[in-house]
């Protein structure tokens, strides 16, 4: 019996977290009264707390060669701090993980890429980094160029490439290059759909070829036509791994696969969320959608920003969609600075249902896209004259419309 191209034996990875001890803000000579007088009290006061933290528990998975295998579970689950172990970015603080082959991982945008390198550069330099001989690389360059489509830009940096243009280079590149270990973290999110659909022929591709892929996702549905074998992780800890249809309904009862989900995240914006949620529980079809986003900026000041939103009913449909630039003029936040972004639909007529949200923020390349936030309930009826509609309504939305009858038309 063959041995598994990958073998993760029970390993924890711990972390220590420091708190800041709080205290009230105080004028100089009142401080250096209190050091003086009660210099131990100052000293204690002023000490971090430290605490450790668990963000993987006893994790013990085998996958074989052509295997393809799921990975799912809430934000903070542990998701992500096991392909960083898997890929050496960390080392685990128990256990070990056996590798037969070499790994290529996509982990987040840009990731393994010199912002100062060009396109060309960036593919040798993985190659390099993944072991290959330069002939090897060049005998997969045009393939994996055409794969990208960046051929008009690929002797510009790739610090000017949009996070589309990253995403489609980074994965033609690692599904290219050969590796007998793919691991991918969320990363098909940013692509359009016409590329995620090439993404998924080129997985199956590569993984018929006899490579194993790990690909962690928000996205159950696209877990479910990839992978045959999912694992589910939940506070750092592996709470089943099997077919992938029981393990997403397992989710599903937990309360997975709702909830926010962070696609790209910077140090330059945070979300805060829906500030007006409470208000859109019982809105009718012919009813004003009013959005209240709620942002911070974060380490330094953003200017020429751009806020998206997008409205899906639970089918995942796109129903509505905003974008502030075409109504508003940039936005811009100093550093720190709170703002709300308000996107008001008139009267969309929207089906009865459940609608949830994706906030977008950027300037150029995206500070913030956040998905699956709860938005909005519409409720069975609406009134259009003297029709009312119920909820054996099937189309996405309830336009406003007349019946004429011609008898023997001419």
């Known amino acids: 019996m063959p041995e598994p191209i990958m073998e993760i034996k029970g390993i924890s990875k711990n972390y220590r977290i420091k708190h800041q001890a709080r205290e009230e803000y105080s004028r ?36 074989d060669k052509g295997e393809m295998v799921g990975v799912i579970g809430r934000n903070g689950a542990g998701k992500s701090t096991l392909l960083k172990i898997l890929s050496r970015v960390t080392y685990p603080t128990e256990g070990e993980v056996v590798l037969r082959g070499r790994v290529s991982s996509l982990l987040e945008v840009g990731t ?113 036509a990839l992978c045959n074998r999912t694992m589910l992780l939940d506070e750092g800890r592996m709470v089943m791994v099997g077919k992938t249809t029981d393990v997403t309904r397992r989710y599903s009862e937990m309360g997975g696969g709702h909830g926010e989900v ?41 200017s020429n920003l751009e806020v998206q939103v997008q409205l899906f009913n639970e089918d995942d449909v796109m129903v509505l969609q905003g974008k502030s630039k075409l109504v508003h003029e940039m936005i811009s936040a100093r550093m720190g600075e709170k703002f709300r972004v308000k996107f008001r639909f008139k009267s969309p007529k929207l089906a009865p249902g459940r ?16 998905e699956k936030v709860d938005a909005c309930n519409i409720v069975g009826k609406a009134y259009f004259g003297d029709a009312l509609f119920l909820d054996d309504v099937l189309s996405v939305v309830i336009p406003e419309y007349s019946v004429e009858l011609v008898r023997d038309p001419r």
């Open 355 to 370: 609608y949830h949200l994706s906030a977008i923020v950027m300037s150029g390349y995206r500070f913030l896209h956040v």
């Open 262 to 302: 962070y696609r790209v995240v910077t140090k330059r914006m945070d979300w805060i969320g829906l500030a007006n949620r409470d208000r859109l529980d019982e809105l009718t079809p012919d009813q004003d959608i009013e959005l209240w986003l709620d942002f911070k900026a974060g380490m330094e000041d953003a």
């Open 112 to 224: 393994g890429f010199h912002p100062e390198l060009t396109g060309r550069e960036n593919i040798f330099l993985n190659g390099a980094i993944l072991g290959m001989h330069k002939v090897d690389i060049e005998r997969q360059f045009d393939a994996i160029v055409k794969f990208a489509e960046i051929e008009r830009f690929l002797d510009t940096p790739v610090k000017r490439y949009s996070s589309g243009m990253y995403v489609r280079l980074a994965f033609a590149v690692a599904a290219h290059l050969e590796p007998e270990i793919l691991l991918m973290d969320e990363v098909l999110a940013v692509g359009d759909t016409q590329f995620q659909k090439k993404c998924i022929g080129r997985m199956k591709d590569v993984s018929e070829g006899g490579r194993a892929i790990l690909f962690v996702s928000h996205n159950m549905k696209m877990i479910e």
């Open 28 to 63: 100089l000579s009142e401080t250096l009264v209190a050091l003086a007088t009660h210099p131990v009290r100052v000293y204690q006061n002023s000490r971090t707390k430290k605490e450790r933290f668990w963000a993987l528990r006893d994790i013990s998975l085998t996958i």
